[in-house]
Nanobody
């Protein structure tokens, strides 16, 4: 059974850091391009970052460039999102998603996790 489970969310002060993890099961991570998405209260879901299968090319939303870093450990079947210099506008529900043999995260994802909540507030 395909499963993606996010963890690592929580309450953090502005300027702080969090590392999100996405543990996958039921499929071979090596074959999947992985993405992090977020949805803030009252807003549409947006793509945050993406890391491709095989080459591990990465890309980021303009709003997080230089602050967030996506990485993957295929042996551990886990994808990470290191978030530094967090801002209140980073608050939202963060989802992990997977697409098989995807060249990007922009054209639809095959599987989604249930999300982990990140709250940036003083």
């Amino acid at each position: 059974q395909f499963q993606l489970v996010e963890s690592g969310g929580g309450l953090v002060q502005p300027g702080g850091s969090l590392r999100l993890s996405c543990a996958v099961s039921g499929f071979t991570l090596d074959d999947y391009t992985m993405g992090w998405f977020r949805q803030a209260p009252g807003k549409d879901r947006e793509a945050v970052s993406c890391i491709t299968y095989r080459t591990s090319n990465t890309n980021y939303a303009d709003s997080v460039v230089g602050r967030f870093t996506i990485s993957r450990d295929n042996a551990k079947k886990t994808v990470y999102l290191q978030m530094n210099s967090l801002k209140p506008e980073d608050t939202g529900l963060y989802y992990c998603a997977a697409v098989k043999y995807g060249n990007s995260c922009l054209y639809g994802m095959d599987y989604w996790g249930k999300g982990t909540l990140v709250t940036v507030s003083s």
